[in-house]
């Protein structure tokens, strides 16, 4: 990501930070995208900046305490860029004023692009005398002309010409700046030509005219199809239920229900859900029975049967009869809500590619002032003496020519394409990867994603349905203990661990209804072990092979060859031990996930290295890692030690770009230990909070997709940047009159407006094509 920041201090390091997200109207191009990011991190307290100009918004990081948003807002809207702080409101109240201000957009296009119609109609009719028409004399008098040149520059054009004063105000001129300038520069001419007519100038009211006309409909054109671009995100704010019915924790089905917004809905409280509707918030099924169409979510269009104590999702449709769910999360905390919020965030961060449009529009304004003066300068100190026939064949003066010819350097350049070319990419690219079940942070992680070498991935829950059963209790107790005693005690000392091995024993303890016993003076060891008292007896340990031993406990040969067995069949092995003496084996066992051989066969067939990480034991490992043809693989791997796993990868292969994919909060040092990490849907908040890309759908081929679509959105973002670059290098010369002498080559100040509508429309329109992509596109 692009962020501009001011230097930094050790003790503004050590400031907490804070985010804030503004809403910044007025920009128009790159040029104001940079004006902005200026003007914030020149704010004292400021950390960074990041503006987007699709979306309209600024994420500010600052130091807590330093800085008033209100201010910081205030500062924005005196520089020409009217802004205000973004609250934490309700979500349907925020999502209503967003609909407002779209209506208000749109009336105001409307305007705009009726103000284009008149003015191109009127100024068409000023040419008819050229084709012999006299009976419309009145609308083609040179008075009339002059009077809808000063309205269009006094109503339709008046933002532009305001802002664009703004810009050069403020030293921080843009696109407005630079059509304010030509159409001013072209009605001002005129009107000395008009009032002293026997200076021989040429008057050419029409071209103002006409430019705001082209300018104005290709603003329109291009704001439709940005609103397309953004019409992933409409979408998935749409599957977003306004409504819930709460209703009372009865014993009986007569409770209507109160109706209130979803998104203030508290946890644990009751929801009625009737056949068709949407689910209003996540939680779990406590009354009834039904099918869910989860297709929203997952991709999958057959529906899923639910009954009591099943989970819900935000969003999905019942399909069966009335139902009641429990709440686990807050309305506005919903899974949905989430991806919405992450999808939001990521569309407002750039990648990497941008950072030379970015650097050459903080320039490009001057750049194209300084060209059309030395244009100006050249052709009428210079070109119009030495080709002195072109103002005989053009029929004009000098000062009129060169005039022209710096204006249409003027309206010609387009900063706009420029600043479209990567966040209308972005804007498409990750709403069509929220609608593919990927949710993509952002722009860099946009263009990360196509250059990735390696992938490594954790075992559990991400290669496997990570769902462990227990297959076998091998009990070395000499009969002290029956197999469910040590199940108990085992299950109950791991009552303490979040661990899936720990999980699959309680499952199993809750299946046979052992009764949990009491424990005390627990110790967790994260994907070790954990030692406890249990019941009042002497200290127990329940964990791995090698944390046994390391805490002395001594494992004979008889035990590691069954252990070993066990292990070459692909199970897991775990210890109960009281004291130094093993009292029981368990073995439990996993499966595979669907298309997980696919996906790792698909992966290594684009040219990808990939590595098997797990704390399992290495012969468990070994199993999985056949089964899948993975050739590297690591086992009995701690959690700190995944991290420095791929510390080591990326100084054994420094340039290569490498990727983890996981889980759990034990693979989160590795997933931020690596330059791109992906995360499952079900995994630990913290797993999906570090991670670039999460897979929504959970499933493991949509790592293929993100690649896919990486590669395919960092293209059009390349292709959209050539387009805005050639085009300027291109236009420029020739509005600047490089193929005047010889081949006659004159754009009036319209045309070049129209072109430069043109240019912006184009780069829109490119990245649009993006809606189209599948996975399955070549």
């Not at 020409?80 to 934490?88: A, L, Y």
């Not at 967003?98 to 957009?105: F, M, S």
């Not at 100006?376 to 000062?399: I, M, P, Q, R, V």
């Not at 203990?481 to 108990?488: A, G, H, K, T, V």
């Amino acid at each position: 990501m692009i962020t501009v920041a001011s230097p930094q201090t050790t003790e503004e390091y050590k400031t907490p930070r804070d985010t804030l997200t503004l809403d910044v109207q007025g920009m128009k191009c790159a040029g104001c995208v940079k004006a902005v990011e200026r003007q914030i991190n020149q704010y004292p307290g400021v950390v960074s900046a990041t503006v987007n100009l699709i979306t309209a918004v600024a994420l500010v990081e600052y130091n807590q305490g330093q800085i008033e948003p209100n201010n910081l807002a205030q500062k924005l809207t005196l520089g020409g860029f009217p802004s205000e702080v973004r609250t934490s409101i309700d979500e349907q109240d925020w999502q209503q004023i967003k609909e407002k201000q779209q209506q208000t957009e749109e009336r105001l296009q409307i305007f705009q692009l009726a103000s284009a119609v008149i003015l191109l109609i009127f100024s068409t009719i000023g040419h008819l005398h050229h084709f012999g028409i006299s009976y419309l004399h009145p609308l083609t008098n040179i008075w009339f002309h002059w009077g809808l040149a000063t309205l269009a520059l006094m109503i339709p054009g008046r933002e532009i010409i305001l802002n664009g004063w703004q810009g050069l105000w403020h030293r921080q001129p843009n696109m407005n700046s630079l059509i304010g300038i030509g159409t001013v520069s072209a009605y001002l001419a005129s009107c000395v030509a008009l009032v002293f007519p026997n200076l021989g100038w040429e008057c050419f009211f029409d071209e103002p005219v006409m430019l705001l006309g082209f300018i104005f409909l290709g603003r329109v054109l291009e704001s439709r199809a940005r609103n397309k671009a953004s019409e992933a995100l409409s979408g998935l704010l749409s599957l977003r239920p306004p409504w819930a019915r709460i209703i009372g924790k009865r014993q009986d089905n007569q409770d209507e229900g109160l109706k209130i917004p979803s998104s203030q809905v508290k946890p644990q409280e009751w929801v009625r859900v009737l056949e068709g509707e949407q689910f209003p918030v996540d939680g779990y099924m406590v009354r009834g029975e039904t099918t869910v169409d989860e297709s929203m979510l997952t991709g999958e269009s057959v529906p899923v049967y639910k009954s009591q104590g099943d989970g819900i999702c935000a969003g999905t449709i019942n399909l069966g009869g009335m139902v009641v769910v429990e709440t686990t999360q807050s309305g506005s905390k919903t899974i949905l809500s989430q991806i919405i919020s992450m999808v939001e965030e990521a569309q407002t961060r750039k990648a990497p590619v941008q950072k030379l449009a970015d650097t050459v529009s903080g320039y490009f304004a001057y750049g194209i002032m300084a060209i059309a003066l030395t244009t100006f300068s050249f052709w009428y100190g210079w070109g119009t003496k030495n080709w002195s026939y072109l103002l005989e064949d053009l029929d004009t003066s000098a000062l009129i020519l060169s005039l022209k010819l710096a204006i249409d350097v003027l309206v010609i350049a387009c900063p706009c394409a420029l600043g479209l070319a990567t966040p209308t990419a972005i804007l498409v690219g990750t709403g069509v990867g929220a609608q593919q079940g990927l949710l993509i942070k952002g722009g860099d992680v946009l263009e990360q994603a196509q250059n990735l070498d390696m992938i490594v991935f954790d075992k559990t829950g991400t290669l496997t349905e990570g769902h462990l059963q227990l297959t076998d209790i091998i009990n070395f107790s000499e009969g002290k203990f029956s197999d469910s005693q040590l199940l108990q005690m085992a299950s109950s000392l791991e009552i303490a661990s979040n661990h899936p091995l720990a999980q699959a024993l309680l499952r199993e303890a809750k299946k046979q209804e052992l009764e949990f016993l009491t424990t005390n003076n627990i110790h967790n060891y994260p994907s070790r072990g954990i030692q406890g008292r249990v019941d009042g007896q002497k200290e127990f340990y329940c964990g791995s092979e090698s944390w046994l031993e390391e805490e002395g406990i001594y494992l004979d040969t008889t035990i590691k060859q069954q252990s070993i067995q066990l292990q070459d069949e692909g199970k897991t092995v775990i210890y109960l031990a009281q004291e130094n003496a093993p009292l029981a084996l368990f073995a439990l066992a996993d499966t595979l996930r669907p298309l997980a051989q696919q996906t790792i066969a698909e992966i290594k067939a684009m040219g990808l290295d990939v590595i098997l990480l797990s704390g399992d034991q290495k012969n468990v490992v070994r199993a999985i890692a056949s089964s899948l043809s993975i050739n590297t693989y690591y086992g009995g791997v701690r959690p700190q030690e995944k991290g420095q796993l791929i510390r080591e990868l990326k100084e054994k292969y420094p340039h290569k770009t490498i990727a983890m994919v996981g889980d759990g909060v034990n693979d989160a040092p590795a997933m931020t230990e690596a330059d791109f990490a992906i995360a499952m849907p079900q995994g630990s908040e913290i797993a999906i909070k570090t991670a670039s890309v999460v897979l929504t759908r959970n499933k493991l081929t949509d790592i293929i997709t993100a690649i896919k679509l990486s590669k395919k959105t960092l293209s059009k973002i390349k292709q959209n940047l050539f387009w805005a670059l050639s085009y300027n290098l291109i236009t420029i010369p020739i509005a600047a009159g490089v193929l005047l002498p010889t081949y006659k080559v004159l754009l009036n100040p319209a045309t070049a407006g129209a072109f430069m509508a043109l240019s912006s429309i184009i780069v829109v329109t490119n990245s649009l094509q993006l809606k189209k992509w599948t996975v399955d596109s070549k």
